[in-house]
């Protein structure tokens, strides 16, 4: 139902709020942020495994410290050798602008994982200031960007 309105947030009314719940709580069913990603690492038993799906150079290039690399277009090849069904999967690629790990997140429960996208990618990642492990220079941590997160923290 559409109203007429020069509001054009309102111009499309609020879903009602059994809806928006329900809504919500299904995207968080399948997404999840690098704050809370980072936390669950920092405790040593995060209840998951952190995926990478990017190619092999950008692996090199650098990730998440603790992360498996499987690159999407491998995953009906390896998968099944390297992930335990009964252990969920978090899938990240390179940011906002990628597809990456919600292509791979659909191959993974598609094939019974159960699985959740870390919204961000990388790029959040680094730009919140968490380390990242590079190839060459091991472990790096970058200053945090203050349009994306507190810093300080």
């Not at 936390?39 to 410290?65: C, E, K, N, S, Y």
Request: aromatic residues 6%; glycine residues 10%; hydrophobic residues 45%.
């Amino acid at each position: 139902m559409t109203t007429t309105t020069s509001n054009p947030v309102l111009a499309v009314p609020p879903a009602a709020p059994e809806q928006a719940a329900a809504w919500f709580a299904a995207k968080l069913a399948v997404q999840t942020d690098v704050s809370d990603v980072h936390a669950a690492l920092d405790t040593g038993d995060p209840g998951f495994v952190l995926l990478d799906t990017r190619d092999l150079a950008a692996w090199r290039q650098g990730h998440i410290p603790g992360a498996l690399h499987l690159p999407t277009r491998t995953i009906p090849l390896r998968a099944a050798r390297l992930l335990d069904l009964a252990v969920p999967v978090v899938t990240y690629c390179w940011g906002p602008g990628c597809d990456g790990a919600t292509r791979a997140a659909l191959a993974l429960s598609g094939r019974g994982y159960r699985v959740k996208e870390m919204i961000g990618g990388i790029e959040y990642w680094i730009r919140e200031g968490f380390p990242v492990q590079v190839a060459e220079s091991g472990l790096v941590t970058g200053d945090v960007d203050p349009l994306t997160a507190p810093v300080g923290r």
